[in-house]
């Protein structure tokens, strides 16, 4: 049994989908690096440690973090992408998940990195309408005892419609901290159906239990005073104990303190479609 692990994260991403590039990292100066345990306990992780008691400082949460994940694009080599995404602890997707009315393949081979942009891509691919899964893409942390901590991300979305760019705390489906980003509803300004989301940024902490009325749910609309597909957006949660608060660009969108979860998961980012275009992606 290792100790979780209370994590300030930072990730610069650009976000895009069918061919296009999805995240952008930019390059950060190397830091000394100590070896934590992830799910096996003889394979080490790379994370920044705070080099003093006084650990990473946050004012806005009054918290100290113990350690530090980023990614280093400049450490990225396209000829073993997953080889050196490994190294700097984080982990590529392989595996089918069932959904409707497409399944959702997520592959390595819509993982890449453009090292002329210093850009890692994550990929949903075209193809026919009668195919019955979409390739999609994503990345997780190697560290899965993740409990609690300060997350953001400068992202800037794909403009085409029919994806939705997704970054989470997981454990399971009711442990679950989402902001999720529909690229269908980003210029929709019709009145939505009953059960399909309103146009902009989903930010949900999902219930602890399936009989639980979803609660914890605000839609930041996408009302003219940004574009999330056109320059870089920062979009944050910090988990606490207390709860969780959102942001974006700065601006503070309220504390959740219900079905907050209490148990150590990961980070996951992706780049999904399930073909459901009017609806969720």
């Known amino acids: 049994m290792y100790p979780e692990f209370r994590i300030l994260l930072y990730f610069t991403l650009l976000v895009a989908s069918v061919q296009a590039s999805l995240f952008k990292l930019t390059p950060r100066a190397r830091r000394t ?10 394979e080490s992780v790379s994370v920044n440690v705070a080099t003093c008691a ?9 918290q100290t973090f113990t ?16 080889a050196s995404l490994s190294k700097q602890g984080w982990i590529v997707s392989d595996y089918q998940q069932t959904s409707t ?16 942009s210093k850009a890692l891509e994550l990929i949903v691919t075209g193809g026919s309408t009668s195919r019955n899964s979409i390739g999609s893409a994503e990345i997780s942390t190697m560290v899965d005892k993740i409990l609690y901590g300060s997350f953001r991300f400068n992202v800037k979305v794909s403009p085409i419609a029919g994806a939705c760019s997704g970054i989470f ?28 989301p309103k146009p902009g940024v989903q930010l949900t902490v999902q219930p602890l239990t399936e009989a639980q009325a979803l609660r914890n749910y605000k ?27 959102y942001w974006v660009d700065g601006d503070a969108y309220g504390t959740y303190t219900r079905f907050i979860p209490r148990i150590a998961g990961q980070i996951l980012i992706n780049n999904w479609s399930n073909g459901d275009l009017c609806e969720f992606s």
Request: glycine content about 4%; hydrophobic content about 25%.
């Open 33 to 42: 690096y100590q070896a934590l345990y992830s799910r096996d306990r003889s």
């Open 54 to 62: 006084c650990g990473y400082y946050i004012p806005e949460t009054k």
């Open 67 to 82: 350690h530090h994940i980023n990614l280093d694009p400049s450490a990225l080599t396209s000829s073993n992408l997953t």
């Open 101 to 116: 009315p497409k399944n959702i393949t997520y592959s390595p081979s819509n993982v890449k990195y453009n090292s002329r």
């Open 169 to 196: 705390f997981y454990k399971d489906d009711n442990h679950e901290i989402d902001i999720e980003i529909l690229t269908s509803h980003i210029h929709n300004t019709t009145a939505q159906a009953d059960g399909v």
């Open 219 to 245: 839609v930041v609309p996408f009302d003219g005073k940004f574009d999330p597909t056109k320059g870089y957006h920062e979009y944050r949660f910090d988990w606490l104990k207390a709860g969780v608060r």
